[in-house]
């Protein structure tokens, strides 16, 4: 479990032999860019895009790799462009973020990704007649925040027919769905959410569910213990939507391959049911946990399972 879309990469057997050229890690690294590349041409761009970034991370000179992830973060900027001349100004800003989440650098991308927000925080201010933006340091609820709601206390009933993709939201208010898929199907599915808002984009970089419907309830409680042992930290019991939850944070900051500041994550087990919510803060943002925790606990309740 965990943040599925960074690579750690493991250990290797004693038998492999490092050289200067065929290091366990360069092995792989190689086997991460050839998936990449399998994507690509399998027209699955943000999964090429997120390994040929992994790679470039890791080792900035192997192979094209970062020529590669900034080549599909430009495809989706014009995806944007072609949406916002098309007056689908929704649709432009989830090219653009996508983009923006590839090759944050690009000022292009990002001055793109600035005026959208802002075009789509003046619609929603004069549909409300408030002339508030979407921008604004007060919004209506843009999904997070150190706000009490009490814990919820209505508690959705699961679909006979439900699966680990279907159960997932279409979207939260303030944020943009840019990924909804199966990791492991039939087991697992997983969503990513991107903040509107500038104000939030500066703290938030993006929040990630995890759901996954085990044939067993100890195959779930496993997976809850898992998170627990991966997120130690500020680790509390809580009470969501009338059932306990785990939340803590975990600490990436000296990771030589995270580069990441402390992440929250809400768990939580229902019967064969596993969910996970995880919210990543900037690069450059110094969110509170009070307001990660809020995030994750506001998600939850919305989610209602």
């Given amino acids: 479990m965990g943040v599925g879309i960074y690579l750690v990469v493991g250990g290797q057997s004693g038998s492999e032999t490092k050289t200067a050229s065929h290091t366990p890690i360069d092995k792989s690294l190689g086997r991460l860019y050839d998936e990449a590349q399998e994507d690509l041409e399998e027209k699955n761009l943000q999964q090429a895009a997120s390994k040929f970034k992994q790679v470039a991370n890791i080792k900035p000179s192997y192979k094209d790799a970062d020529e590669q992830a900034k080549a599909i973060a430009e ?5 944007g462009l072609d949406h916002e001349e ?3 100004n929704e649709e ?4 653009y973020n996508i983009a923006a989440a590839i090759d944050p650098s690009n000022p292009e991308i990002a001055t793109a990704v600035e005026n959208i927000a802002e075009a789509i925080g003046e619609d929603s201010g004069s549909n409300d007649g408030n002339g508030d933006s979407a921008d604004s340091t007060e919004p209506v609820d843009n999904g997070g925040g150190d706000s009490d709601n009490g814990g919820g206390d209505d508690l959705k009933p699961i679909p006979e027919d439900a699966t680990a993709l279907s159960l997932h939201l279409d979207e939260i208010d303030g944020y943009l769905s840019i990924k909804k898929a199966w990791n492991t199907e039939p087991v697992e599915a997983s969503s990513v959410y991107l903040p509107i808002a ?3 984009r500066t703290e938030i ?3 990630i569910v995890v759901i996954s419907k085990f044939e067993t309830a ?5 997976a809850l213990q898992m998170m627990k042992d991966e997120y130690m930290m500020e680790g509390e019991d809580d009470s969501i939507n009338g059932h306990s939850v785990y939340l803590a944070l975990n600490d990436f900051s000296n990771s030589e391959l995270f580069r990441l500041k402390q992440i929250a994550a809400l768990t939580w087990t229902r019967d064969n049911w596993f969910f996970s919510i995880e919210v990543l803060p900037s690069p450059q943002g110094t969110p509170s946990n009070d307001y990660k925790k809020g995030l994750a606990r506001d998600i939850a309740v919305k989610l209602g399972y």
Avoid: H, L
Wanted: charged share 50%.
């Fill in 75 to 79: 495809s989706y900027y014009k995806e």
């Fill in 86 to 88: 098309a007056g689908d």
């Fill in 92 to 95: 432009a800003a989830k090219a």
């Fill in 198 to 200: 500038r104000e939030v």
């Fill in 205 to 207: 970089d993006r929040v």
């Fill in 218 to 222: 100890k195959e779930a409680e496993t």
